[in-house]
């Protein structure tokens, strides 16, 4: 049958894996079959299917998934290693590069263009081989974070029970198999058209899918419609279909995700086939820079800019005095090559990748690599409170009636709402089940039956389950807020008696539950209603004239580790804000446990009426909100964001989403709900103030690494421009063949591959770090001119001690080994600001690749290299002064640092 089931599928879908259909013909048959499905009866779409209420069976499934491929999209595909390299050649950086080879080339210089083109060589490999290794590491990382999706699947029967007998077997025919339906975790990319899953609150959507049953169900469709309120979902059938089919209320999308209620529901279209998916050419597109992209794209831009304007002064002053335009053409290509900051994109990657490993280990699952810059940048943290500040294990401390004294039947009916709920039990819920004496004592399974359920949802804050007792009487069970359980109370019940709930009772109520909240006990209302004329479905309309019985009070201690935490971001300039919609003295109590400022907790209903400049003002200042909307939490992140905070938001709840997508970087859990998850940027594997605080250190490291080399960049291009362009004047040669700039280059880019490698101080650690244009231009301004005084010093010893002005060869090579020497370890005084090697230590890698390049600058001159790279031999002692030389450098320069440091607070 299934053979005949697929070929009935595969002519309603058309081609699966591999179709090149076109998105508008993909487009255009998903809809028709979506109107088709939603006129049908439940019982007709599911033989249209192939498939029965109990679900498939798994080797269906498995034929289908064979058939159909994996239920993905909107997702980029891995280019071939071909494309990617030329992707990686589109930089601008090499492209320039790529043309001025070309151009050596057409001028005659062939060492100079080989030696170009292995520069690109270098640097597009070894940003593709760390990329493909950040890649491989990724796709592991994200192995890790699972979403899955509950699906109803046929089981086979074992039959057991039958008799023993002496009597031959019947074999006149095969004996009826027998199939039961279980509930199964499954894979979100496993589902198949004919599955029948369950979906509760919390649960995205995982395929396009036709409602069978649902029960108080809405739906967020603003990822597809935009409309910023839930929908309404039922699973009647359609009469009038119409012709779009997203207004139509008994189908459900793919992307978009249950915000209450519970049903079951059966996949119509999954992967490519379905509404979200016939729209993925258009979704997969580049998210929006980062503001550290924005800043490595303008420094990148800067250089060039630097460059076109350096390059041709250079042919033309070395043309005029020189007199002899090839080689001054030569010489002004060696330059733009050195001054262009081809290891850029290397550094960064390489950068980003280590950041993202290193915090792998420490339970950071990195899923936007650009989001560790983000990561370090942040100066101020929201956070909700449950399972960050507390332990995010509840339990249940007390039942009480309404005078505050232990009452078993408060206990006995809590335990029956959270035992017969199916939508997504909270950790509430699982404190009350864990009562396991009241399971022996109640027998539910024996002495109760479940009617209905009015599901939980954000707006009611309550849900409700209907049990049926003996002799056929319904009892309606409801917990939930205490304000909103007492809005829907007339009645009240204290020690058996029963009486009328008036208004100058509700403030005698709520001392009771005030006096709770003061020590720190989430408070939850129970009230219960005996209906006197049974129905089989309930409605919110039912949830009126209840009678309020008491209530159970839940304690989530605070962590251990939320102290040093806390204190920990304090020091390392993170102000840490929470946001819960939480009511306030529970937040009050836990907060002042964990030493945060609670003097004044701004509430959900006072943000409602506030302007934006006048919340900014607020959130400002305040450390604690309470009983906020998914929205205003947004709209407190929004404000902080207007005061120029770089902002996270660590949140797994399903009201979050909102939260996560506004702040610069979203953190969730991979206990989290699928909707929280999929908005993160950052997942912790665990909810803790302490892993987070790793993260951030690492992302400032990370970011402090890539500013070593744009410092240094920037600071030796300037220099560079001043000794080049002096020389260019007053000598009547070269002041270096082009050969040697390019192979001196090459050399110097090379010392600084090692620079993802180093250690970063503690104290830059310390505070949040953003790009900062001023912050690279005084370095530019200041350190590098002074390479050019001693640039000039060398100029002097080679002319005046030996006779470099009548010795080209000599003079060039004297610079060469000079420049090499002193840009190679000047790194080891800008990479920090305190003093080099004396409190600062570089890495090991740092320091050996620095030595090896310096080693084989001195060694150049004197291999048997040297008459291809147009060198001689060196004098001995101008060898033995290059470390007074270095010696001078290093001192002035660090001299120079320690003045901006402690002037402009730069390092």
């Known amino acids: 049958m299934e053979t005949k089931a697929s070929n009935t599928l595969l002519n309603m879908f058309g081609p699966g894996r591999g179709s090149r259909a076109g998105s508008e013909h993909v487009a255009a048959r998903v809809h028709r079959r979506l109107l088709d499905v939603c006129c049908k009866g439940a019982q007709e779409a599911l033989d249209d299917f192939h498939t029965s209420i109990q679900g498939l069976t798994t080797p269906e499934a498995a034929e289908r998934l064979e058939q159909y491929g994996p239920n993905t999209v909107a997702r980029e595909k891995k280019k071939h290693w071909a494309v990617q390299l030329l992707v990686r050649l589109r930089n601008p950086l090499n492209l320039l590069l790529i043309i001025l080879s070309v151009m050596s080339l057409v001028t005659g210089d062939t060492t100079g263009a080989g030696i170009i083109a292995l520069m690109v060589v270098v640097a597009v490999a070894l940003a593709w081989i760390q990329e493909a290794r950040s890649s ?13 999706a509950t699906v109803l699947r046929q089981e086979e029967i074992e039959d057991t029970t039958a008799p023993e007998t002496t009597e031959p077997a019947d074999t006149t025919g095969t004996p009826e198999r027998q199939f039961k339906a279980v509930r199964v975790q499954v894979p979100i990319d496993e589902l198949v058209p004919g599955d029948l899953v369950q979906l509760s609150a919390g649960d995205m959507i995982p395929a396009d899918v036709r409602l069978l049953s649902a029960k108080d169900l809405f739906i967020n469709q603003s990822t597809l419609t935009g409309e910023s309120l839930p929908i309404e979902k039922f699973a009647t059938a359609i009469e009038n279909a119409g012709s779009n089919a997203l207004e139509l209320n008994n189908l459900c999308f793919m992307g978009t995700n249950v915000v209450s209620g519970t049903a079951i529901a059966l996949v119509v279209t999954t992967g490519t086939q379905t509404y979200f998916g016939a729209l993925a050419d258009t979704l997969v597109s580049e998210r929006i820079q980062t503001s550290f992209d924005r800043g490595v794209h303008r420094f990148t831009w800067l250089m060039i800019r630097f460059m076109l304007v350096m390059v041709p002064l250079v042919f033309v002053i070395n043309g ?43 339970k950071v699952i990195v899923k936007r690599l650009h989001s560790i810059q983000n990561f370090g940048a942040i100066d101020v943290l929201c956070t909700d409170k449950t399972g960050t500040l507390t332990q995010d294990k509840v339990f249940l401390e007390k039942h009480v009636d309404l005078n505050g004294n232990d009452n078993e039947q408060v206990l006995e009916l809590a335990f029956l709402n959270s035992y017969y709920q199916s939508g997504l039990r909270n950790l509430l819920d699982i404190a009350v089940l864990e009562k396991v004496e009241m399971y022996a004592d109640l027998h539910p399974e024996r002495n109760y039956r479940k009617v209905d359920e009015i599901p939980f949802d954000f707006q009611r804050r309550r849900m409700s ?30 020690e058996g008696h029963r009486k009328p709930l008036v208004p100058e009772d509700l403030a005698r109520l709520q001392e009771v539950t005030l006096a709770l909240n003061q020590d720190g006990f989430r408070v939850i209302a129970v009230a219960f209603k005996e209906i006197i004329e049974p129905k089989r479905v309930y409605a919110v309309g039912d949830e009126q004239d209840m009678v309020l019985l008491g209530y159970i009070a839940f304690l989530d201690p605070p962590k251990e580790s939320a102290v040093e ?27 002042s446990q964990v030493g945060l400022e609670v003097e004044h907790i701004v509430l959900g209903s006072d943000i409602a009426g506030m302007s934006d400049e006048a919340l900014a003002d607020v959130a400002e200042g305040a450390a604690v909100f309470a009983k906020l909307s998914p929205e205003q939490k947004a709209r407190v992140i929004r404000a902080l964001h207007s005061r120029k905070h770089v902002v996270g938001f660590l949140g797994d709840g399903i009201n979050d989403g909102p939260a996560l ?12 709900v699928d909707i929280a998850k999929e908005s993160a940027d950052i997942i912790l594997l665990e909810k803790s103030l302490m892993v987070l605080e790793e993260g951030v250190i690492e992302g400032r490291k990370v970011f402090g690494n890539i500013i070593k080399y744009i410092k240094m960049g920037a600071s030796s291009n300037f220099g560079n421009m001043f000794s080049v362009l002096g020389a260019s004047i007053f000598l009547p040669f070269l002041p270096m063949a082009p050969i040697q700039i390019l192979v001196n280059n090459l050399l110097y880019d090379f010392s600084q591959t090692a620079i993802p490698t180093d250690n970063v101080d503690p104290e830059y650690v310390q505070a949040p770090r953003q790009w900062d244009l001023r912050n690279i231009g005084w370095y530019m301004v200041v350190i590098g001119p002074l390479s050019s005084v001693f640039d000039y010093l060398t100029f002097g010893i080679m002319i005046f001690f030996y006779g470099g002005w009548h010795n080209a060869p000599l003079f060039q090579t004297g610079w060469f080994v ?6 190679t370890l000047i790194v080891h005084v800008i990479r920090t600001a305190k003093v080099p090697f004396i409190q600062s230590r570089p890495s090991w890698a740092l320091l050996g690749t620095t030595t090896l390049i310096c080693l084989i600058g001195v060694w150049l001159p004197f291999s048997f290299l040297a008459h291809g790279f147009q060198m001689v031999p060196v004098p001995v002692s101008f060898l033995l002064l290059m470390p007074l030389i270095m010696v001078g450098y290093i001192t002035l320069t660090q001299w120079a640092k320690s003045k901006l440091v402690r002037r402009f607070g730069l390092n």
């Open 661 to 672: 997508k506004t702040a610069d970087v979203g953190v969730s859990v991979d206990t989290a």
């Open 818 to 823: 000079e420049s090499l020497l002193t840009q």
């Open 320 to 362: 005029l005095f020189k007199h002899d335009w090839v080689e001054s053409l030569m010489f002004a290509l060696s330059i733009a090559v050195g001054l262009t900051p081809e290891m850029l994109p290397v550094i960064v990657t390489m950068n980003l990748a280590k950041g993202a490993l290193a915090m792998s280990r420490k």
């Open 465 to 494: 389950v209907v049990v049926e007792e003996e002799h056929e009487r319904h009892l309606l069970i409801c917990k939930g807020a205490v304000e909103e359980i007492f809005s829907i109370c007339s009645h009240a019940e204290v």
């Open 565 to 591: 935490a806390i204190a920990k971001l304090r020091g390392h300039g993170i102000k840490v804000k929470v946001l819960t919609g939480d009511n306030d003295a529970v937040t009050r109590k836990i907060c």
């Open 136 to 148: 491989r590491a990724a796709e592991k990382l994200h192995a890790m974070v699972k979403t899955t």
